[in-house]
């Protein structure tokens, strides 16, 4: 493609060709139609016999052989009509910006794709003007050249991929396999007709061989429409009923149909997938114009999915009333069509925001999908059926939040797809699904269950072990979209999970949703869950990863960059102190804070942060990381003194055989937390895992002493909880820095600090003897402020979290 060959573009010759494309369509649409009814009733007049089944067959892959052609030619049509008027629109504006360059006295090479200004141009101080103008006209020129060779690239690669194969015709898949498909999908979606065993299992062979295929999957979800698909979905949930108890083969449950729809309902959860990954071309001068791949399912199908998740549908046979519901919505029969597939995110965010939206707009909360409810009837044959405990399907949330388990870019889309701004929110507006979900929604596993008298005892008898698993793996989903890919988007996610934890009533003691200028009851922090238990460990995993950003905003008065988390502090602290609550989720923060204060030191006393600075600036430096390691862990801490599973009293009697097993944990999760920082931080790359892994074992080795007077050195499953080990970290940064003068010979070796793993006991003594005296100005004042700052940063988080005002907790 040049410019010349763009001014010259004939756009009637395109609109011509796609007029005959569309009337080839239309004449393979019509000859499908005569196709179907001359051979429709062959197995009718001719039932039997060898030729019988070759006359079948061969009238089913002729029939396919002429349905398969519409699609492809109805493509190529559109292809043709829309590069006509993109090319027609680019001409113009490239006739327009060389006309304009004529009339202005430029001469314009067409072929050279050139733009010459007359010498008379560059005269009376006029040659930085003509050299801009110039240059600007060039640009736009060569610009718009860009755009159509790639329309042209685009236009090209649709018409190839709807060109037939010589082995496959117009699909990779054989002709006779899209036809058959579609035809017993039709058959099956109808409630009232009575499949036969072979039906089912063709239909199964059929979806599970060619269900990746794009054209099987586009060409048959086409035939089936969205609305079918659903029906379809819901009317093979009906074939099998589960009763509570374990399912075995009897007169009332057979195996094989149950793991039919199994596997039926996981097939076209695959060829949902492939049917709706984006596999076209963005076109238009700016890229607003998105033309879908030659086998990619249209926006407008998708529209009318949702359309269909929204509505309420009968499912079952009329005639058989424990097969049939009434009022189900069409999201609940897509819900098990999630578990399946890798979705596009585009697809994902779009249909699953949705979902969402509808639940928050009804008031109900997931009360909405329990409205209908067949008696022993489940929705969901993809989990595991033999599990009472497994989701039935009637709360396809569930099923969404599996998907989006996997699925990090969907889930921070989704989540960040809808912005409210309210005058109490941060400037960038408040996401009310992340809100919704994490805040407010009822999450009540014991209502996923199938109806019936069988199923209310089993959930008075059990109903305490009901656990759907939908909120850990949204857990992971917030994981994955805030720590996959980097980015503003990303770390919005993140400020806005520390916001509306902290935001929502329940921050400030009351019951979920109550309205707290209407008074009520507040309950105190210990009895209250800011963040919702099963969402606590990936609470911490997330504030592991961004534990460089945390100690930005856990410092008073310092100024995060625009690459950084901006939160508030005290919703930071609140956070942290309900993270802190969970054990799991207390110690992965605590051994992320302690490398990164333990890196932090490195970097001072080695001389990376400032080369200039003697022992004195480097203490001065010391403090600022102390203040922050010690609001870190005294948030943390509180939380875990209020739940009672752990404090630093207790820590201090744990028996030294404990400490090998904790400190196995440390290791591979501070190396992890290294690799963040280093990423992040300028001055940190030169942060090795040898230092980190010295670090990790003076520690450990100075943790394993009897409790009649020597230093604990104790980091433990809960690393760094507590004042004594704030204090330790600062001093053995300080001893291994080599910077400390006047240390005791015995404690030198090599003309380095002899490590602490080979300390004995009279190293010890000597070590206290030193600090509390040559070394009082450096490592005690250190210390000391190590112990306050993790003092103060306790006292905080209890005055923030416990006082009151008002009649209401901080």
Avoid: C
Avoid at 192 to 215: F, H, M, N, S
Avoid at 594 to 621: C, T
Avoid at 705 to 712: L, Q
Avoid at 721 to 746: C, H, I, W
Wanted: glycine content about 10%; charged content about 25%; overall charge negative.
């Amino acid at each position: 493609m040049t410019l010349q060959t763009l001014l010259s573009f004939d756009v009637t010759s395109w609109h011509a060709a796609a007029d005959r494309w569309q009337r080839l369509a239309q004449g393979i649409d019509d000859a499908t139609d005569q196709m179907i009814r001359g051979t429709r009733d062959l197995s009718y007049a001719w039932p039997d016999g060898a030729g019988s089944a070759a006359a079948a067959q061969e009238a089913t892959a002729q029939r396919a052989a002429v349905s398969n052609t519409y699609y492809p030619a109805k493509r190529i049509r559109e292809a043709m009509d829309q590069h006509a008027y993109a090319m027609s629109a680019l001409r113009q504006q490239a006739e327009s910006i060389v006309a304009a360059a004529r009339q202005a006295g430029y001469s314009v090479d067409t072929a050279a794709v050139t733009i010459t200004a007359p010498a008379a141009a560059y005269m009376g101080g006029n040659l930085d003007r003509t050299g801009r103008e110039t240059g600007a006209l060039l640009n736009d020129l060569r610009s718009i050249v860009e755009y159509a060779r790639a329309q042209d690239d685009s236009t090209a690669g649709l018409i190839n991929d709807n060109v037939p194969s010589a082995q496959a015709g117009f699909g990779t898949s054989p002709p006779g396999a899209i036809s058959r498909a579609a035809e017993l999908a039709q058959k099956l979606k109808d409630p009232t007709y009575q499949p036969t065993a072979a039906e089912l299992g063709e239909l199964r062979d059929l979806i599970e061989t060619y269900g990746k295929d794009k054209v099987f999957a586009h060409d048959v979800l086409s035939a089936l429409g969205p609305k079918g698909l659903l029906e379809l979905s819901g009317t093979l949930a009906t074939y099998q009923l589960d009763r509570p108890g374990r399912d075995t083969d009897d007169v009332l449950f057979s195996r094989d149909t149950a793991d039919i729809v199994r596997d039926l309902q996981n097939g076209l959860g695959v060829m949902l997938a492939t049917a709706t990954t984006e596999t076209g071309a963005t076109t238009g001068l700016r890229g607003e114009t998105y033309i879908p791949g030659a086998y990619e399912l249209s926006s407008q199908w998708v529209t009318d999915l949702m359309t269909a998740g929204r509505s309420k549908m009968d499912i079952g046979d009329p005639s058989s009333p424990a097969r049939f519901v009434e009022d189900v919505y069409g999201y609940q029969l897509l819900g098990p069509l999630l578990h399946s597939g890798g979705y596009d995110a585009g697809f994902l965010s779009t249909v699953g925001g949705d979902i969402v939206d509808f639940e928050m707009e009804q008031g109900k909360d997931s009360a909405l999908w329990t409205e209908a409810r067949g008696e022993n009837l489940r929705l969901d044959w993809a989990q595991d059926h033999d599990d009472n405990l497994a989701p039935a399907g009637y709360d396809p949330v569930n099923a969404l939040m599996d998907a989006l388990s996997r699925n990090g870019d969907a889930t921070r889309d989704l989540l960040t797809g809808v912005t409210h701004y309210t005058s109490d929110g941060p400037d960038g507006g408040r996401l009310p699904r992340l809100d919704y979900l994490l805040t407010d929604r009822e999450w009540d596993a014991t209502a996923d269950v199938p109806g019936g008298p069988g199923w209310t005892a089993e959930l008075m008898k059990n109903g305490d072990d009901y656990r759907n698993g939908a909120l850990d793996r949204f857990g992971i989903a917030l994981e994955r979209a805030t720590t996959d890919t980097p980015g503003p988007d990303a770390r919005r996610l993140v400020e806005s999970i520390i916001f509306e934890t902290s935001a929502d009533e329940q921050a400030r003691g009351y019951a979920n949703r109550e309205d707290s200028t209407k008074g009520g009851e507040t309950v105190e922090f210990a009895k209250n869950n800011l963040i919702r238990p099963e969402l606590r460990d990936s609470m911490g995993n997330i504030v592991s990863a961004y534990i460089v950003d945390v100690n930005h905003n856990i410092a008073d008065g310092r100024p995060v960059t625009d690459e950084s988390i901006n939160v508030n502090r005290t919703d930071l602290t609140r956070f942290l102190a309900d993270i802190g609550k969970d054990e799991g989720a207390h110690q992965t923060v605590a051994n992320a804070e302690a490398v990164y204060a333990a890196a932090k030191y490195d970097e001072i006393l080695s001389g990376r942060q400032n080369p200039n600075d003697d022992i004195n600036g480097n203490l001065r430096a010391m403090e600022v990381v102390a203040h922050n390691y010690g609001s870190v862990l005294g948030a943390l801490d509180f939380g875990a003194a209020e739940a009672h599973h752990a404090t630093s009293a207790e820590l201090d009697e744990k028996h030294n055989t404990s400490v090998e097993n904790r400190y196995r944990v440390v290791g591979p999760l501070a190396e992890g937390a290294v690799g963040a920082m280093t990423s992040k931080v300028p001055g940190l790359s030169d942060l090795t895992t040898a230092i980190v892994g010295d670090v990790m074992e003076d520690l450990e080795e100075g943790a394993k002493v009897d409790n009649h007077g020597r230093a604990t050195y104790e980091v433990g499953t809960m690393l760094g909880a507590g004042r004594t080990t704030a204090v330790d970290l600062t001093e053995v940064a300080l001893y291994n820095s080599g910077k400390l003068e006047g240390l005791p010979d015995g404690l030198i070796q090599d003309g380095r600090p002899k490590p602490v793993s080979e300390w004995g006991d009279e190293d010890y003594r000597d070590w206290r003897t030193y600090k509390g005296g040559a070394g009082q100005s450096t490592v005690g004042n250190a210390a000391a402020q190590a112990g306050d700052s993790y003092q103060n940063g306790y006292e905080w988080t209890k005055g923030l979290l416990t006082d009151w005002k008002d009649g209401e907790p901080k």
